[in-house]
């Protein structure tokens, strides 16, 4: 019992020796570890973190949204009316859309980057921002849109609009091409005629023209 009592003190010595001897070795070479947050390591080039999408360079035409694997970003896209204008982005691309919504939902982003490669005005990138924890999950859907409520209204309200117009324009043609074919085949071959003998005399009067000089001014 005794010798089992100073064995075991004998081996807590030879323990606690050795940690320090190793523990010690360190103080006197490089450390590979940094005092985070205080302390920050350099990021590699192309480094893959927060996404970021410069909507003003945006033209809605959800190449982003069809790339992602895990559907985190979700487009709202409303086509703008032929009597508005909205630019080009700074790529030089039409903008034909509003965006009422423009989410990325960074809890299910993979970062894969995916996104970014179709972009063809390189709005959506890669950012070096990793610090953006949160208590809430549904605070890691980012919003890109800035259009207000009012805004999203007045745009919906132009769209329809434009839709109306198209869709009466589209039947005002097909009652105009439904009313030509049912012409009666008299009225028809006169109405061709007509325009037959226009077309001759028309013609006639362009080789008249042709033997005539061409200006005034030749002629003296
Ligand atoms: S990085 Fe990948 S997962 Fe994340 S939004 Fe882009 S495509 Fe989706
Ligand atoms: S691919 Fe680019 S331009 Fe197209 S919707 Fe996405 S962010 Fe906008």
């Known amino acids: 019992m005794i010798k089992d009592y100073f064995s075991n003190i004998a081996r807590g ?10 523990a010690s070795k360190h103080l006197f070479t490089r450390s590979f570890t940094i005092q985070y947050p205080r302390e920050k390591a350099e990021l590699p080039d192309r480094t893959r973190h ?7 360079d945006c033209i809605g035409c959800k190449n982003c949204e069809r790339a992602c694997p895990v559907d985190c970003i979700k487009i709202e896209p ?17 903008i034909p859309f509003w965006l009422a919504s423009f989410t990325i939902d960074m809890a299910k982003c993979c970062y894969c980057g995916l996104c970014t490669d179709p972009c063809p005005t390189g ?3 890669m950012t070096p921002i990793y610090e ?3 208590y809430e999950v549904t605070d890691l859907v980012y919003q890109f849109s800035m259009m207000s409520e009012e805004e999203i209204a007045e745009a ?11 869709a009466e324009e589209k039947a005002e043609k097909a009652a ?8 009666p085949p008299a009225e028809k071959t006169e109405r061709q005629q007509s325009e037959s003998a226009a077309a001759v005399q028309g013609e006639g009067s362009a080789e008249r023209a042709e033997d005539e000089p061409a200006s005034s001014g030749e002629e003296e």
């Open 78 to 94: 409303i086509k703008v009316p032929r009597s508005v204008d909205l630019g080009n982005s700074s790529a030089g691309n039409p």
């Open 50 to 56: 927060r996404l970021h999408v410069v909507i003003e």
């Open 123 to 125: 709005c959506i990138q």
């Open 132 to 134: 953006f924890s949160s």
């Open 156 to 166: 919906l309200r132009m769209f329809e609009e434009e839709q109306k117009r198209k």
């Open 13 to 22: 010595t030879v323990t606690t020796v050795a940690a320090f001897t190793t």
């Open 176 to 183: 105009a091409r439904a009313a030509e074919a049912a012409q």
